[in-house]
């Protein structure tokens, strides 16, 4: 059974910084894209970022490039997003995905789900 879980969430002022892990099990992590989407109340959900496979080229939405980077460790099954210069505007449940489409991007390319993680920006 696959699982993908989700931690380093939390409270953050403005300009403030989190990492987030996301932890798989029951797949190997190297033959799928990880990537990270949120969902801010009363929005759809976002796809932000993800990892290939294959040669670790990456993804990001125009709301946070150049302030978050994802990287993956395969050795432990685990994908990161560092978020740097957080802004409330941030706020939201972050959730972990994988997919083996190589750097899927569109949500309907994922078939695995984390239960995501609140992160919250404010002062």
Known sequence: QVQLVESGGGLVQPGGSLRL??????????????????????????????ISSSDGATYYADSVKGRFTISRDNAKNTAYLQMNGLKPEDTAVYYCAASIVDLAVREDEYDYWGQGTQVTVSS
Do not use: H, M, N
């Open 21 to 50: 892990s996301c932890a798989a099990s029951g797949v190997t992590s190297d033959y799928y894209t990880l990537g990270w989407f949120r969902q801010a109340p009363g929005k759809e959900r976002e796809g932000i970022s993800c």
